[in-house]
């Protein structure tokens, strides 16, 4: 037998201590939460993504009584992504959430498992990392990579 570790690295930032560009994506995703159908998690949900040519984008999640019709924050701003410009990389990527009371939530939110793969699919079809930036109130949660937060997956480089 033989236990092997598996390291993650994030940096904590607060918003104004990013840069300018960075900064405008995280309100950017903020304000996408406000675009969110939630009618039954009450959980609003908002991407933005910058492109490697300079486009911004954003996403939110979208969900459905006929559960799992809906889609996620982070995939809606991927696939449409991926639809108005195919052979652009994503960049960067910031996610925001708001709690069912709408208050913007105090710790920074994760994407999912689905999410995560996702992502990791973009980063193995342009051979890069996508920088996340996950917004909280208290602070704002940066990584160059999703395999910061899922080291293990289905796919490689």
């Known amino acids: 037998m033989k236990e092997l570790q598996l390291h ?10 990013l840069p300018k560009e960075e900064q405008e994506l995280v309100e950017m995703a903020i304000e996408a939460t406000d675009r969110s159908y939630a009618n039954y998690s009450k959980f609003h949900v908002g991407a933005a993504l910058l492109l490697e040519n300079g486009k911004m984008m954003i996403g939110c999640n979208q969900e459905n009584a ?3 019709a809906g ?3 982070e995939r809606s701003a991927i696939f449409a992504a ?8 994503v960049k960067t990527i ?8 709408g208050e913007l ?16 699919e973009t980063e193995t079809r342009f051979s890069q990392p996508i920088r996340i930036l996950l ?9 160059n990579g999703i395999r910061h937060l899922m080291p293990l997956s289905f796919t490689e480089f």
């Open 8 to 17: 993650s690295t994030f940096v904590e930032y607060q918003l104004d201590e």
């Open 66 to 68: 006929a559960f799992p």
């Open 71 to 73: 889609i996620c924050a």
């Open 82 to 89: 991926g639809a108005q410009y195919p052979n652009v990389a």
């Open 94 to 101: 910031a996610i925001a959430a708001r709690d069912p009371k």
């Open 105 to 120: 939530t105090v710790d920074p939110v994760s994407p999912c498992g689905i999410c995560r793969q996702v992502m990791i």
């Open 135 to 143: 917004y909280g109130r208290n602070r704002i949660l940066a990584m």
